[in-house]
């Protein structure tokens, strides 16, 4: 990274009512990154890989405000520099939990 991360959020492997999900599904700590060619957000798993979320070749600055809706299907983030906040959502609307993320995996050596 270029920068240090900034906000660290997780999302644990329960469900609505607290109940613990099945082993297959991973625990997430989601950070942002603090500007540069990797300003995004980022997370690890359980097992230490590395994932990015989101990256912008567009939007170079601070991302900030990383925040989830109850449900954790919505992502919120905003551009600091830019002033802009943005709500994502998966396009198959399931939740940013789990082991079904459809994202780029790095080495994490």
Do not use: C, W
């Given at each position: 990274?270029?920068?240090?991360?900034?906000?660290?959020?997780?999302?644990?492997?329960?469900?609505?009512?607290?109940?613990?999900?099945?082993?297959?599904?991973?625990?997430?700590?989601?950070?942002t990154e603090d500007g540069g060619i990797r300003a995004g957000i980022h997370a690890r798993n359980a097992a230490g890989a590395y994932l990015?979320?989101?990256?912008?070749?567009?939007?170079?600055?601070?991302?900030?405000?990383?925040?989830?809706?109850?449900?954790g299907k919505?992502?919120?983030i905003a551009y600091q520099n830019d002033g802009l906040l943005f709500e994502i959502r998966r396009e198959d609307g399931l939740p940013f939990y789990g082991n079904s993320l459809n994202v780029a995996y790095h080495a994490t050596a």
């Amino acid at each position: 990274f270029n920068g240090g991360p900034d906000q660290i959020k997780r999302i644990l492997n329960h469900d609505d009512n607290g109940t613990t999900l099945p082993s297959n599904y991973d625990d997430l700590l989601f950070f942002t990154e603090d500007g540069g060619i990797r300003a995004g957000i980022h997370a690890r798993n359980a097992a230490g890989a590395y994932l990015t979320i989101l990256e912008s070749d567009v939007y170079e600055n601070e991302t900030t405000g990383l925040s989830f809706s109850p449900d954790g299907k919505a992502m919120y983030i905003a551009y600091q520099n830019d002033g802009l906040l943005f709500e994502i959502r998966r396009e198959d609307g399931l939740p940013f939990y789990g082991n079904s993320l459809n994202v780029a995996y790095h080495a994490t050596a």
